[in-house]
């Protein structure tokens, strides 16, 4: 089936450090690419995502380049902010079969930043 | 107003008890999904349904039922609650994938439940 490695966090940054969160994936079809932040206290909201192989998505500073060859979405940013302390989350989405339409989800990765 | 409403925000309940956690949305979405998040373990779907009369078993149903009343209503319950269903839970929602780029729909999250079984 299905699965999505994150790397192991918590993550401790201080501002303005240059930030990875890696993310693997495993898939039997050609899935779509997700990551979702979660602050503290909220619900997750999607971050960026990508569709097919080399696509690039990019929000708020934060991107990930969909990686066919290496199976990866490795999420980068290159100047953190206090603002970016929250939980994130890879995911991926299968186009077809059964699975069709459903997210599997990492194991989150929490990032701190501190000042 | 909050496109996706979850209630109650948070419910301390004893084992055995029968509980009911509630979503709304008004997203006009056809999709919803049930999702339990627990510490080192991400999110693991427990229920999802594409629509008023398509009701479909996640990875993690066993304990769990869902009810969808309307478009915009679905609801999951727990029949008999016991300690290890102590987690965070969150409803989601997305609308149909349009052409052929199928799974490209975002799914909207609620502000999760935090249910605590004693």
């Known amino acids: 089936g299905d699965s999505v490695t994150q790397m192991e966090g918590p993550v401790t940054l201080s501002e303005e450090a240059f930030l990875t969160i890696n993310c693997t994936y495993t898939?039997?079809?050609?899935?779509?690419l997700f990551w979702y932040v979660q602050y503290p206290g909220e619900g997750l909201q999607l971050l960026l995502k990508?569709?097919?192989?080399?696509d690039k998505g990019s929000n708020k500073g934060f991107e990930a380049t969909y990686r066919k060859e290496t199976t990866s979405f490795h999420l980068e940013k290159g100047s953190v902010q206090v603002s970016d302390s929250a939980v994130y989350f890879c995911a991926l989405s299968e186009t077809g079969g059964t699975s069709y339409g459903k997210l599997t989800f990492g194991q989150g990765t929490i990032l701190t930043v501190h000042p | 107003d909050a496109d996706v409403t979850q209630t109650p925000r948070n419910r301390i309940t004893k084992t055995g008890k029968r509980i009911m956690l509630e979503c709304s949305q008004t997203?006009?979405?056809?999709?919803m999904y049930w999702y339990r998040q627990d510490p080192g373990l991400g999110l693991r779907l427990i229920y999802y349904s594409f629509d008023v009369k398509d009701i479909n078993k996640g990875e993690i149903s066993d304990g769990y039922s869902v009810s969808r009343q309307a478009q915009a209503k679905f609801s999951l319950s727990l029949e008999s609650a016991i300690p290890n269903q102590t987690a965070l839970y969150f409803c989601?929602?997305?609308?149909?994938?349009?052409?052929?780029?199928?799974?490209?729909?975002?799914?909207?999250f609620g502000p999760g439940t935090r249910l605590t079984v004693l």
């Open positions: 990508a569709t097919k192989a080399d």
């Open positions: 997203k006009g979405h056809d999709r």
């Open positions: 898939a039997t079809g050609y899935p779509s």
């Open positions: 989601a929602t997305s609308d149909l994938p349009s052409g052929l780029a199928a799974s490209t729909d975002t799914q909207y």
